[in-house]
C-alpha cells in the first residue's frame, strides 16, 4: 500500500517562499511510469494541479505557476519537495502530494494547511 505524508509550515509570510516535502513509503518514486504530483485547493475553490516530477526526474509545471513552482527530489529518502516563491495571501490552500499512474491520482496524502499571512 503507497503511502504518501506531507511535511512543512502551515504559515508563510507574503513575499517568502512556500516550502512542502511529500514523504513516500510503499514504493519508490522513481519506479516507471509514475509522476509524483503538487496540487492545491483553494478555500471555496476546486483543485488546482501545481506541477510534477517524473520517475525519471524530469519535471512539468502549470503554466499559470510555472515562473514560481519548482519541485525537486531526494530518491535517497523517497521524498519530492515543492517550492513556491513569492507567495501572496492567494496561494493559501490544503496543498496536496499524489501519485499519478495513466490517467488517474491513485494515491494522495491528507493535505496539509498553508496559510499566507503577516
Known amino acids: 500500500q503507497v503511502q504518501l505524508q506531507e511535511s512543512g509550515p502551515g504559515l508563510v509570510k507574503p513575499s517568502q517562499t512556500l516550502s512542502l516535502t511529500c514523504t513516500v513509503s510503499g514504493g519508490s518514486i522513481t519506479t516507471n511510469y509514475y509522476y509524483w504530483s503538487w496540487i492545491r485547493q483553494s478555500p471555496g475553490k476546486g483543485l488546482e494541479w501545481i506541477g510534477y516530477i517524473a520517475y525519471s526526474g524530469s519535471t512539468y509545471y502549470s503554466p499559470s505557476l510555472q515562473s514560481r513552482a519548482s519541485i525537486s527530489r531526494d530518491s535517497s529518502n523517497n521524498q519530492f519537495s515543492l517550492q513556491l516563491s513569492s507567495v501572496t495571501p492567494e496561494d493559501t490552500a490544503v496543498y496536496y502530494c499524489?501519485?499519478?499512474?495513466?490517467?488517474?491520482?491513485?494515491?494522495w496524502g491528507q493535505g496539509t494547511q498553508v496559510t499566507v499571512s503577516s
Open positions: 499524489a501519485r499519478y499512474e495513466t490517467g488517474w491520482f491513485d494515491y
